[in-house]
């Protein structure tokens, strides 16, 4: 079964730092993308970022851009989100997917987790 294990979110100041991780099974981490996407309440849904498993490619929204640094540890089958200077609108609940395809689809993705809740408030 397929597990996509998510951590790190939390409580933050504006202008603050938070760091997601996303572990899974070897062979999705090698042969998937994997990435983040996002869900504030009332508001669509949005792609953050993720990372090609075969040429190491990153994709960042707008958004994200700057700000945020997605990166992979090989040894640890996990992906990580740096998100720094984070903003009250960066407020949401993250998830972690993974997809056969590049960049990470916004919906139908083949796998996705449980979502961690980022708040961005003083």
């Known amino acids: 079964q397929l597990q996509l294990v998510e951590s790190g979110g939390g409580l933050v100041q504006p202008g603050g730092s938070l760091r997601l991780s996303c572990t899974t099974s070897?062979?999705?981490?090698?042969?998937?993308?994997i990435g983040w996407f996002r869900q504030a309440p009332g508001k669509e849904r949005e792609a953050v970022s993720c990372?090609?498993?075969?040429?190491?490619?990153?994709f960042y929204a707008d958004s994200a851009k700057g700000r945020f640094t997605i990166s992979r540890d090989n040894a640890k089958n996990t992906v990580y989100l740096q998100m720094n200077s984070l903003k009250p609108e960066d407020t949401a609940v993250y998830y972690c997917?993974?997809?056969?395809?590049?960049?990470?689809?916004?919906?139908?993705?083949?796998?996705w987790g449980k979502g961690t809740l980022v708040t961005v408030s003083s």
């Open positions: 070897a062979f999705i981490f090698n042969y998937y993308t």
């Open positions: 990372i090609s498993s075969s040429t190491g490619s990153t």
């Open positions: 997917a993974v997809d056969s395809d590049y960049p990470l689809p916004l919906y139908g993705m083949d796998y």
